[in-house]
């Protein structure tokens, strides 16, 4: 029973893409406990569910949110297993466990555009437009 749930899980977090509203594409590095690593990470949403898969060296992580749910799925390819979390308790234990004081980001527009809920997104701000 577990493995046809687990195969069910699989084969549609797999479908999920195809479907996708919005696909975002990043890379990440970071070293820390005297490492260094480097990560791709696909996120695909539609509606209110989230599949983010992240690939490390040879681990692929897949994390599907459900919104409507409060439930968190995550599958770790190495490991051949998935886990379900309440993301009530979840988001309380990784307050407690992750120091963001330290964490930076930054966003780079790539100057497309794309049609997103029937309307399109401007590549750049319309005062940059004006002076191109």
């Keep these: 029973m577990k493995r ?4 069910a899980f ?11 509203d919005v696909t ?3 890379l990440a590095g970071g070293k820390g406990m005297g490492m260094s ?3 791709t990470t ?3 949403i539609k509606g209110n569910k989230m599949r983010t898969d992240t690939v490390t060296g040879d681990t692929t992580r897949t994390m599907i949110f459900d919104v409507d749910a409060q439930r968190l799925y995550s599958f770790d390819s190495k490991k ?10 979840f988001g309380a234990s990784m307050v407690s ?3 963001t004081s330290e964490m930076k980001a ?7 555009t794309k049609m997103i809920a029937g309307k399109r997104s401007p590549g750049r701000p319309p005062s940059a437009a004006k002076r191109a």
Excluded: C, H, R
């Design 106 to 112: 930054s966003v780079k527009a790539n100057g497309q």
């Design 37 to 39: 690593t480097n990560m």
């Design 42 to 44: 696909i996120t695909y």
């Design 97 to 99: 466990a992750v120091d």
């Design 80 to 89: 051949k297993e998935a886990d379900a979390w309440d993301m009530q308790a």
């Design 10 to 20: 699989l084969l549609v977090g797999l479908a999920a893409p195809s479907f996708a």
């Design 4 to 7: 046809l749930i687990l195969a």
């Design 24 to 26: 975002v594409k990043s």
